[in-house]
């Protein structure tokens, strides 16, 4: 299984075929799915499908854009000239001198250039196939790799953004006691200030009354402020970010989907915030988060 891709990659490889000297370019951009622009020479125009299904073999996503071209050599097969074509086109060219004397005949190079002059040299279909497959092989062997270096880096940053995540969410378990020591401390303070008083000269009810339900209300808050769901989740989550990243392979939409789990944790966590310590931990994950997502962008 290989590493984790980047969609960003440029490769160029060159090869010899029957019809001469094969440069295949291939670079590529993110992008959500596949999409494959070709342009191919006219002479290797019959060749377009075996490139396609060498680079959709070998491409999952991206935004790629595919160039063909040929150079002639000495020892290639040489074209002929297809008569029936050039006499068509000195017809053509007589009939516009009719009409514009002034316009200059055409040149040996632009007869040569016209599409449908030169006919396709006779080579045999199975020996250019072969050869068109392996300089297409060389070009994705080289864009592999150089997508394979650009992930493996992303990797880095991405495993940096998980332990700095586990960080925070072990530095706001270390201090929930704490935090909700202290709120205890300050709500029943405030509930007695405000409530003692009124409460037993209107109801009548004892000082030991008043403090149970004073603590049932502040266990029944601190239940609602628990976050130890949120952070098991979270590692959770972070574990199965460093999975995908081990296993390589295409992972970004995995990883998309895993980091918008991620996402809603730390939006959980910050809802129940108690405390600024709190407040300050779900800002400092929902920024590694945010971060991880803009890099995932570039994934595979």
Known sequence: MSGIR??????????????????????????????????VCEELRQMEPVVREAVTAAVKRGKLDVRVSLKQTENAAASSVNPAALEQLIKLQSEV?????????????????????????????????RAVQAVAADALAAFGATREREGAALAKVLSGNCSR??????????????????????????????????????????????????????????????????????????????????????AGRRLDF????????????????????MTDAAVGLKLCIDQMREQLQNIE
């Open 258 to 277: 895993v980091t918008q789990e991620m996402n809603r944790e730390a939006n959980t966590l910050g809802s129940k915030s108690a405390a600024i310590e």
């Open 97 to 129: 001198q009719k009409h514009f004397p002034a316009a200059a005949p055409l040149t040996m190079a632009d007869i040569l250039a016209v599409p449908g002059i030169l006919l396709p040299p006779d080579v045999d279909p199975d020996e250019l196939t």
């Open 165 to 250: 995540i586990e960080e925070i969410v072990n530095d706001v378990e270390k201090r929930i006691p704490e935090i909700h020591q202290s709120l205890k401390e300050k709500l029943e303070q405030r509930l007695e200030d405000a409530l003692g008083q009124t409460l037993t000269e209107a109801c009548g009810i004892s000082r030991e009354e008043l403090n149970d339900r004073i603590r049932q209300e502040i266990t029944f808050y601190a239940l609602k402020m628990d976050v130890a769901e949120e952070i098991n989740r979270l590692r959770t989550h972070v574990a199965e970010v460093r999975r995908i990243l081990d296993a390589g392979g295409p």
């Open 6 to 39: 980047s969609m960003t990659g440029f490769a160029i490889a060159q090869g010899q075929t029957p019809l001469g000297l094969m440069t295949l370019e291939i670079k590529s951009v993110n992008s959500r799915f596949l999409d494959i622009s070709m342009r």
